[in-house]
């Protein structure tokens, strides 16, 4: 497959695992509307590369989309902007790797062998003739970015393990699990949303949060 082609592809689905995420969010929530944003420079991305393929090599256009899906992604959302070197690696010629640690710890060690792992079997899967297989893998590979942050700030904070807080309503329908930084809020026992929150939220903003969030909304073929 043309490599102009491919990245195509590969930012068409990325944008509509974020679309499909920004409805996780609150109505107004401002990652919400940053996931949007992002998932519309990543088709404006994928329009311009699909057009370069006859040239070879993306123009100006896709450079300047991909710069802007990364500016939201990094500022507005709790999507690692890392996830994009994914897409643009089939014209750039550069594989995204996982950096080295420094840290000897047991736990550490073994969270980052894992996280390795994680990432060569889903390189391959990116580009999966069946959509749902993609689509899988890009979720996938934005948890495994997640999952890194944390273990670069437990290694940078010398803690070995990350605790969860669990929130649950009087009649179990509605919960949320808090880690430093991130909240999934869970409905009917179905995840329905991943919100990344500051780590100084309080219980209050928490509780608020779960209450707040809109469940995903199924449409009937």
Known sequence: MNPCVKA?????????????A?????????????LRAAARHLLGAGNALATSALTGSPGPAAD?????????LAFGTSVDSAVLDHVTAP???I???????????QDHVRRHR?????????????D?????????????????YRDRARLVDDIHNGRTAQPTATFRTADGLRSGE??????TVFIGGRIAAELGVPLDITAGEIWRLIADTQPLTEVSA
């Open 22 to 34: 920004a409805k996780g969010h609150p109505r107004g929530h401002a990652e919400g509307r940053a």
């Open 114 to 126: 894992r996280q390795l792992a994680q990432l060569l079997d889903l390189a391959p899967r990116l």
């Open 128 to 144: 999966d003739r069946d959509d749902d297989v993609a689509t899988a893998a890009f979720i996938a590979l934005i948890h495994l």
């Open 8 to 20: 195509a592809v590969r930012a068409q689905r990325l944008s509509a695992v974020l679309l499909d």
């Open 95 to 105: 594989t995204p790797r996982l950096d080295p640690l420094s840290s000897l710890d």
């Open 91 to 93: 014209v750039t010629g």
């Open 178 to 183: 808090h880690q430093p930084g991130f909240l």
């Open 64 to 72: 300047r989309a991909f710069l802007l899906a990364r500016r939201q």
